[in-house]
């Protein structure tokens, strides 16, 4: 056996899985902050704005599996099968699917808490208070999203029963993911809220 080459081939494998995973949670955190865009542009931006940037978030949905492909068949095309690459395209459509679930139920939990505020609480929500005050849309909203999120994820592990140390620290990531998405959304917002606000040089209320 050919001891030189078996360490290359884990050395290449580590160089390719890293960029791969890099490529991962940056995409991953591209789409977590599209979520408080959409849902700032949706409590204070105007009509158009609204539906473009929630048309774009489903769209960007789809990005990110194409993007993924890309860096995985550069990175294991010259020694991985054509039927390997096929499960990899098939998982990358899967995580497509479950990004655009995500996608449709963020727009429809911004949309109910909008509501809320305008019909139930009727108060004028502001961005410029505290990301947990309940006058700030954007931290309640993506608060009960990610929260939904953590939730699932911890039904269908009690679902499945399967609670080796593997399941866990999968699960215990997903946690880390959720409350980096929620922080990364609201970031997000507040950083497209102060331009924004440069611009019209007024404080951000509901229409």
Request: include cysteine; glycine fraction near 4%.
């Amino acid at each position: 056996m050919n001891f030189k080459y078996l360490e290359w081939y884990w050395v290449k494998e580590w160089l390719v899985m890293l960029p791969e995973t890099l490529a991962y949670y940056l995409l991953l955190a591209m789409i977590f902050a599209f979520f408080g865009i959409v849902a700032y542009y949706i409590f204070f931006g105007k009509t158009w704005q609204k539906w473009t940037i929630s048309i774009l978030s489903i769209v960007a949905s789809f990005l990110f599996p194409c993007l993924r492909y890309i860096v995985r068949h550069i990175g294991y095309g010259d020694y991985l099968t054509d039927l390997d690459m096929l499960d990899m395209y098939n998982e990358d459509v899967t995580t497509g699917v479950s990004l655009l679930m995500y996608c449709i139920l963020a727009i429809l939990v911004i949309l109910i808490e909008r509501a809320y505020y305008a019909w139930i609480l009727r108060e004028k929500p502001r961005i410029d208070v505290k990301v947990f005050s309940p006058k700030h849309p954007i931290g309640m909203t993506m608060l009960v999203f990610f929260a939904a999120l953590a939730s699932w994820t911890t039904v269908n592990f009690f679902m499945v029963g399967d609670f080796a140390k593997e399941n866990i620290l999968s699960l215990l990531l997903e946690y880390v993911i959720d409350l980096a998405g929620f922080w990364v959304a609201v970031f997000a917002a507040h950083t497209l809220a102060k331009w924004d606000a440069k611009k019209t040089e007024a404080p951000l209320t509901l229409e």
